[in-house]
Nanobody, 124 residues
Framework: QVQLAESGGGLVQAGGSLRLSCAAS????????LGWFRQAPGKEREFVAA????????NYAQSVKGRFTISRDNAKNTVFLQMNSLKAEDTANYYC?????????????????WGQGTQVTVSS
């Protein structure tokens, strides 16, 4: 069992940056693939970024490619999402997720554990 807790959300102006963190508890954190998803009001939860157990393989949604960076620190059981050049359309509740698979996962159904989310609001 893995428990996830996001932090780092907040209000930022367009063009600014935020760094989200997700701390995990439980065993074998380094064996899980991890991902970030987001959900805006009235919309479905969508994929943002993911990485494999090693952190060497990553995948990004086209809408955030070149602006967001996902990374992990297995020694600290933490996954990060560095968000730069933020836009109003990035406004959403951001969720981290962990998969029992060690490989990069892109779909919501591929993840077994979810955090409660952290709100990111970008003002234009």
């Amino acid at each position: 069992q893995v428990q996830l807790a996001e932090s780092g959300g907040g209000l930022v102006q367009a063009g600014g940056s935020l760094r989200l963190s997700c701390a995990a508890s439980g065993r074998a954190f380094s064996m899980y693939a991890l991902g970030w998803f987001r959900q805006a009001p009235g919309k479905e939860r969508e994929f943002v970024a993911a990485l494999d157990w090693s952190g060497h393989r990553t995948n990004y949604a086209q809408s955030v490619k070149g602006r967001f960076t996902i990374s992990r620190d297995n020694a600290k059981n933490t996954v990060f999402l560095q968000m730069n050049s933020l836009k109003a359309e990035d406004t959403a509740n951001y969720y981290c997720a962990a998969s029992n698979s060690p490989l990069v996962q892109l779909g919501r159904s591929d993840y077994n554990y979810w955090g409660q989310g952290t709100q990111v609001t970008v003002s234009s």
